[in-house]
């Protein structure tokens, strides 16, 4: 019998909840139909009738595809903002307008329905017409969605409705124009998101606003589109993403002529939404009237506790959190600010490619797409009011704040608002958010000190410390700025280690996420990036990854390898630090892999997988591989970290062998010979004659087979200093024109004398000394019969440099590509080492102007931890072999973009180096970025070795 009972409850318990499903199948189109008129993106954009009446193609009816911004196809007249900054109505500033024609049916069964005309963004002032009326009032303002009821002015069944449309790409409202078309990005015109057509019952749910806590508590305003009749009621139904419901429904009676519902509950058990954890749910909301389910709809939303603790810090469902963010510009170089929801997609998946955890948008609302996507995906998310420096007025701008906040409000991605960038601040526009977002999430300022939150931007290393003396939250909303190659990953490291360890820092957000390089159809389909104001990115326009992107992975990588090097008794136990806000490494993963590198090849010893290990969030422990014990016979050790998702985190490598284990030298045996021949001291081996010039002591010539490589004019001392610098390493104030000089730098490599020149036999080997006076010392040449070419090399120098090793010169319009065995694929900087993984790289020879032109690694720059390197030239290859371990192979001198805003270096050709340059970005010289990042006072003697060899083709 109690058997019979407890099954009789079971089913009772079951009935009622599935019979809220059952009685929504009595209300006829009780869902909002969605009718799309344009495209949902690039991807599938449809053709409308346009006419543009300035600029490029127009004065004549033709058509474009929409969404789309017009500039990209072919229409009207491209402009970037800055030009025009602080001036409401400046001369010169495009003011064309599009007029669209677009003709559609809409279903015969959604007559007597609600109709709504719904624009998901238009830039900037947009006025609607329907079968010749009027649709709505003038919208102004690009970025946001607004609504149009067309109840009264549509036609159903096989009439057509015809949709007109004004849009000016000039505002008439002064502020919008201020706050969105004078700033630092691309100034586009044109209907950029989707159009759609939306019916709802006569009586419905117009929008909701939801706040779902943490401990599974439940709250959400239901706002009405009519007032209720007697018997009206509001169910909310929760279910996990499959559908499958969880717990009871809740509901609340809606009272008669009222247009609000509140509904309060707490369901149990539920998981927490986090980037590390985007756990998402549904509620499916249904108006019901005496039993009959008049209308329903769907939002999706997380569990989820913000907290903003006072001089503290940042927590999300009651921990402490970092903030790893970037800012992101809506933008594709085909279609300016039109996405598609893969590309939206996409770019949240490369941001979490970066182990970054936080996105701002900046600086404007993005798509909705984008949203899912974070939502999904993991990330949080400062959403931003339009006002690059200048804001809306508060007539305009009230209105913007709450199309923005009604969008977006049920988005668990959505951590902050943001009322408007760097000065861009109507202050009178805060009332307006609060009552807006049940969640009542804090509205920041960027750059300013507001709501508990310091935000300024690009605060020098030694400034962001003092302002982590102020008692708010220090959370920069832009910082190290990303021009060309410098900034992103320049200077992290020190930026990171200094902000992560400090209690009232929550992190902050790069500058910028990718280069706004647009494709100019009116410019033979260039790629502009309107000079230096584009060039931002740590990527390409087209996402091509900079050797920043990898330095980011690395610094912000959620799980860090702490060993610097095996030694003597290591055994494969590692220190692990556990960066996760919310992560136990046993959701983790780690393989190993041994590899032998012996001249240009490549074999994998041994490899392994190892599950993750139980360590709490923001822990350190230990873990142990297991390494067999001839790991030592290996020649690199690989260890990469795996996330949840199976994400790859970072790959950790370390050498242990001195450089010349990493390769063989010639074992031939052929006569060795020299001879003086007028100004050159010739020495053959083989069929290979090297020359002497007997003036310089330096390396003049090489011929083989009675061809010539032109690899000549060294070892030669060379230095370079920041023209600004005094001896003293400090601003040279004594300098009237210092300030135009800290970006180039100098060639202070001096003149080296020859004292002595001379040359002996050493048993069957021949010997070849060059001794100077001043900073290079002496230049040391063995060539032996084996084939081998040893040159030792010593120099001094006692001061502040930048660069500084040996060189030679090789012409670099003969180079055709190079190979090498060491950290790669990209170049380093002094401040920038982190990123780089040792392995075999090979490149073609590119000489890319940043900000112009794309191709990525650069073949020219500064190289670590590197072995060997083959120079595969026109005339021959050149053959360079290391024996030290703690210099750098410099490759000719890096290029700047042609307005020279991070560095001019004088030429430096194929060199050994001891110290390389650190790299500035576009706001902070190298002084202001860090310890990392500092000139280096050097003294004493150095030395080196290298082995040349060379080949004819």
């Known amino acids: 019998m109690k058997k019979v009972l407890y099954l009789l409850l079971i089913l009772s318990f079951l009935i009622s909840q599935n019979s809220f499903s059952q009685r929504n199948n009595s209300g006829a189109n009780a869902e909002t139909g969605i009718q799309y008129l344009s495209g949902t993106g690039f991807d599938d954009a449809v053709d409308w009738e346009f006419f543009c009446t300035e600029g490029n193609n127009s004065g004549k009816w033709t058509s474009i595809p929409v969404p789309s911004c017009w500039e990209l196809q072919g229409f009207g007249t491209y402009q970037y903002g800055m030009p025009f900054y602080g001036k409401a109505n400046p001369p010169g500033i495009a003011k064309e307008q599009g007029l669209y024609k677009y003709k559609f049916k809409l279903p015969k069964e959604w007559e007597g329905r609600v109709i709504r005309i719904v624009f998901d963004g238009v830039m900037t002032d947009c006025e609607a017409k329907i079968n010749d009326r009027r649709c709505g009032h003038l919208h102004q303002g690009a970025f946001y969605r607004f609504k149009s009821d067309v109840s009264d002015r549509i036609f159903f069944g096989d009439t057509e409705n ?399 390898i702490m060993n610097t090097k095996p030694g003597e008794d290591f055994s494969g136990s590692f220190t692990v630090e556990n960066r996760y806000d919310f992560t136990n490494l046993k959701d983790c993963r780690f393989t190993w892999m041994l590899k032998s590198f012996k001249d240009d090849k490549a074999s994998v010893v041994k490899s392994g997988e190892v599950k993750g290990f139980d360590l709490a969030h923001h822990a350190t422990g230990t873990l142990n591989i297991g390494l067999p014990s001839n790991w030592k016979d290996a020649d690199v050790l690989y260890l990469t970290a795996y996330g949840p998702q199976g994400e790859e985190l970072w790959t950790w490598d370390w050498t242990w062998k001195k450089a010349e284990d990493f390769y063989s030298l010639p074992k031939g045996n052929v006569s060795v010979s020299v001879k003086e021949e007028g100004e050159n001291l010739l020495v053959t081996t083989g069929n290979m004659i090297l020359a002497f010039d007997k003036k310089s002591g330096t390396l003049a010539s090489v011929k083989k087979n009675n061809k010539l490589i032109s690899f000549a004019n060294g070892p030669r001392f060379v230095a370079f200093r920041r023209g600004d610098r005094s001896m003293d390493v400090y601003y040279n104030h004594d300098d009237n024109s210092a300030r135009s000089k800290e970006r180039i730098y100098e060639d202070i490599s001096g003149v080296s004398r020859l004292t002595n020149f ?121 053959n360079l072999k290391n024996t030290d371990d703690d210099n750098y192979l410099g490759v000719y001198s890096p290029r700047d973009g042609r307005d020279v805003l991070l560095y001019t270096f004088p030429n430096s050709g194929i060199s050994i180096l001891k110290v390389i340059p650190a790299v500035r970005n576009k706001v902070n010289a190298t002084d202001l970025v860090g310890p990392s990042s500092q000139a280096q006072w050097v003294t004493g003697l150095q030395k080196g070795s290298i082995y040349l060899s060379f080949e004819t083709k």
């Open 162 to 560: 015809v949709l007109e449309v004004t849009v000016s790409k000039e505002s008439a409202n002064s502020s919008v124009n201020m706050a969105e078309r004078r700033g630092d990005y691309w100034n586009f015109g044109g209907i950029f998101r989707p159009v759609f057509v939306e019916a709802l019952p006569a009586q419905s749910i117009d929008r909701t606003a939801i706040d779902a806590k943490a401990d599974g508590s439940f709250y959400a305003d239901i706002f009405l589109g009519l007032g209720m009749g007697n018997n009206t009621k509001v169910v909310a139904e929760l279910t996990d993403v499959n559908g499958k419901s969880i717990g009871r429904p809740l509901e609340t009676t809606v009272s008669q002529g009222t247009d609000k519902a509140v509904i309060r509950g707490k369901f149990e058990n539920i998981k927490n939404w986090t980037p590390e954890t985007p756990d998402l749910y549904y509620v499916n909301f249904s108006l019901v009237q005496d039993g009959k389910v008049l209308h329903r709809t769907k939002e999706r939303f997380g569990f989820r506790t913000i907290e903003i603790r006072e001089s503290d810090g940042i927590y999300i469902n009651g921990q402490k959190v970092n903030i790893r963010g970037v800012n992101r510009h809506s933008f594709r170089p085909e279609t300016g600010r039109t996405l598609s929801r893969q590309a939206n997609y996409d770019d949240v998946k490369i941001i979490k490619e970066m182990n970054m955890n936080a996105v701002r948008l900046s600086h404007y609302p993005s798509d909705p797409d984008f949203l899912d996507a974070c939502d999904e995906l993991g990330l949080y998310v400062m959403v931003e009011l339009g006002g690059w420096h200048y804001s809306y007025d508060t007539g305009a701008g009230t209105k913007l704040v709450h199309e923005m906040i009604k969008r977006d409000v049920n988005h668990p991605c959505v951590t902050w608002w943001s009322n408007g960038n760097e000065g861009g601040h109507n202050h009178e526009l805060v009332k307006e958010y609060g009552p807006l977002d049940p969640q009542k999430r804090v509205v920041l300022h960027p750059q300013k000190n507001f709501n508990g939150f310091e935000t300024m931007h690009y605060r020098s290393y030694g400034e962001s410390q003092e302002y982590m003396r102020k008692p708010e939250i220090f959370m920069p909303t832009e910082f190290l700025h990303a021009l060309y190659d410098g900034g992103a990953g320049a200077g992290l490291w020190d930026y990171w280690e200094m902000m992560r360890k400090h209690p009232r820092t929550a992190g902050g957000f790069i500058w910028m996420f990718a280069d706004e390089g647009v494709i100019r159809t009116d410019q033979n389909e260039r790629i502009d990036n309107a000079g230096n104001y584009g060039a931002d990115g740590i990527l390409g326009p087209h996402h091509e990854k900079e050797g920043s992107f990898y330095t980011v992975k690395q610094v912000w990588s959620p799980v860090q």
């Open 758 to 878: 001379n040359y002996k036999t050493l048993g069957d080997s021949i010997e070849v000394v060059a001794d100077y006076f001043g900073n290079m010392c002496r230049a040391r040449w063995i060539i032996k019969p084996d084939g081998t070419i040893r040159l030792d090399y010593t120099y001094r120098y006692e001061g502040v440099v930048e660069l500084m090793g040996i060189m030679f010169d090789y012409p670099e319009d003969r180079v055709v590509s190079k190979k090498w065995l060491g950290n790669g694929p990209y170049r380093v900087w002094q401040n920038r080492l982190h990123g780089a993984t040792f392995g075999l790289w090979e490149n073609d020879y590119n000489d890319p102007i940043p900000g112009e032109s794309f191709l990525y690694p650069e073949f020219k720059g500064y190289f670590s931890n590197w072995k060997w390197a083959t120079f595969n030239t026109s005339e021959g290859i050149i």
